[in-house]
Antibody, heavy 120, light 107 residues
Framework: EVQLVESGGGLVQPGGSLRLSCAAS????????MSWVRQAPGKGLEWVAN???????KYYVESVKGRFTISRDNENSLYLQMNSLRAEDTAIYFC??????????????WGQGTPVTVSS | DIQMTQSPSSLSASVGDRVTITCRAS??????LNWYQHRLGKAPRLLIY???SLLSGVPSRFSGSGSGTDFTLTITSLQPEDFATYYC?????????FGPGTKLEIK
């Protein structure tokens, strides 16, 4: 079964750090781009970052640049290192598989999400 | 960054109805447009990619159309499980922005 399982979320103080993990199974992880997407309470989906198969390309939404780092180990794990956390980073964080058909990327497999709360 | 807008922001409909949701990009994105369904407490679900390609396993009552800046998602014969929030997303260039969502509610 193709599956993504996030972990590492929790309560952290403003200015603190957290590292999210996403464990992939049921597919050849190293063959896919991977993404992180978040949903703040009462808000819509927000794409956060993605990473190429070999880690050579990474992209971020402006609001997390310089604070978040996406990485992967190319066995079966994706990571999101989150530093200098702010209250507005409070959200459920989803990892997703980025499939490419022709030139069209789309996130076809998603995890259930891990909650992050930034509060004192 | 490419901005995405959706209309309406919310929509009330009945089981069996046909509904259409519109998504607009701030500039030409070709067909680099996906549609997702998101139910509260669940993982988002991909429905349509490349503006009009139905993901395998998604019911044929879902369809997408459009190119350039204007896109639509149509759901024919609404089923109870279709009441959710729908998001468009552009993948033309990073950051891969989502629209603000359209909440589809039961009338």
């Amino acid at each position: 079964e193709v599956q993504l399982v996030e972990s590492g979320g929790g309560l952290v103080q403003p200015g603190g750090s957290l590292r999210l993990s996403c464990a992939a199974s049921g597919f050849t992880f190293r063959s896919y781009w991977m993404s992180w997407v978040r949903q703040a309470p009462g808000k819509g989906l927000e794409w956060v970052a993605n990473i190429k198969q070999d880690g050579s390309e990474k992209y971020y939404v402006e609001s997390v640049k310089g604070r978040f780092t996406i990485s992967r180990d190319n066995e079966n794990s994706l990571y999101l290192q989150m530093n200098s956390l702010r209250a507005e980073d409070t959200a459920i964080y989803f990892c997703a598989r980025d499939r490419k058909v022709l030139n069209y990327f789309h996130m076809d497999v998603w995890g259930q999400g891990t909650p992050v709360t930034v509060s004192s | 960054d490419i901005q995405m807008t959706q209309s309406p922001s919310s929509l009330s409909a009945s089981v069996g109805d046909r509904v259409t949701i519109t998504c607009r990009a701030s500039r030409n994105i070709g067909s680099y447009l996906n549609w997702y369904q998101h139910r509260l407490g669940k993982a988002p679900r991909l429905l349509i990619y490349g503006a009009s390609s139905l993901l395998s396993g998604v019911p044929s009552r879902f369809s997408g159309s459009g190119s350039g800046t204007d896109f639509t998602l149509t759901i024919t014969s609404l089923q109870p499980e279709d009441f959710a929030t729908y998001y468009c997303q552009q993948t033309y260039s990073p950051p891969r922005t989502f629209g603000p969502g359209t909440k589809l509610e039961i009338k």
